[in-house]
């Protein structure tokens, strides 16, 4: 008689296939992990750097040297002991400009600072002196009384010459961290930016190696080591280095730190005057320069310029200043633009506007600080 039910299978058929399944899972028809008698690997050989990375590797080996390290410090006394102590204020970079000792760097880096510390590549500190400003640069020079025996002059180089897709090195101290390269190349030319007082900086260098907070007022250099502009600024929202900054160009750097040295500010030719703020043009609709007060004995008196006056009880506008040897003038900037182009003693004939009539007036351009 045959059994119609269907054989049953062992449990212990199902254990060993189980068993058979965990092994084979877990790597036991594998060979051995570890080799106790592994050796490291023999090093490829890396031949010769290639010539762009020698040529980094040399100009900041170069130029780090005369790249510091600059902390702002401010004073505050404590309500209960009347004791002073010192705060951290900011950090930037700066670099040494001659072997008297002076530093070079940014404005907004010693902005509003009670005291000025320089660190050197060779980590000595130094207490510094301002030697002079010109926020409206965004240019600061300042003094340590280090030996000129650990200073290292920038090789200075020139901006208008720098063409679009040049090869650009920053050095600097971003977020306090020793010094650092980044590269890029010219990305732009003839850009403007603010300066830490509102003014505009003219033919600012676009470039897209990574400027972060700390590289300011650091060296923007060309492939040949020398100084093309003073970092200044970052464009990005958060802060971070987003792919663009900007340097203010080395032949105004030149000019203005000379400036400074000389005269512990930055002499221009101007015309003697004080003129009203942006707003106040604004809410007159006014296309021009409004000339508020004319200095007296300045080259604008002697013109024969006005600037508003009161008269019996009722005010006078002042005379807007319009043209400058042809070139219109609709605000400020313009009118300091047009300026920076001359020297002091030179004549200009500027146009005016005075009660609705325009006419043309010749004056002798004098120093103002």
Sequence with gaps: MNDKNPRRISPVIYLVVALVAIWWFWGG??????NPSQVPRAVTARGDLASDERNTIELFQEISPSVVFITSVELRRNLFSLN?????????????????????????????????????????TWKAVLVGASPDKDIAVLKISAPASGLKPIPVGESGTLQVGQKVFAIGNPFGLDQTIT?????????????????????VIQTDAAINPGNSGGPLLDSAGRLIGVNTAIYSPSGSNAGIGFAVPADEVNRVVTELIKHGKLIRPGLGISVANERLVDRLDIQGVLIVQVERGSAAEKA??????????????????????????????????????????????????????????????????
Aim: charge should be negative; proline fraction near 2%; hydrophobic fraction near 40%.
């Design 304 to 369: 024969g310029l006005r600037g508003v006056r009161r008269i019996s009880g009722e005010l006078f506008m002042g005379d807007i200043l319009v043209g400058l040897n042809g070139v219109s003038i609709t605000s400020l900037d313009d009118l300091l633009q047009e300026l920076e182009k001359y020297k002091v003693g030179d004549e200009v004939t500027l146009k005016v506007i005075r009660d609705g009539q325009e006419f043309q007036v010749q004056v002798i351009l004098e120093p103002v600080g």
């Design 84 to 124: 002073v102590y010192e705060i951290p204020k900011g950090t930037g970079s700066g670099f040494v400009w001659d072997q008297e000792g002076r530093i070079v760097t940014n404005y907004h880096v010693i902005e509003d600072a009670s005291q000025v510390q320089v660190t050197l590549a060779d980590n000595t």
């Design 29 to 34: 028809h594998k060979s051995p992990v570890n």
């Design 183 to 203: 590269a890029g190349i010219v990305s732009a030319l003839g850009r403007e930016i603010r300066s830490a007082n509102g003014m505009t900086i003219h033919n």
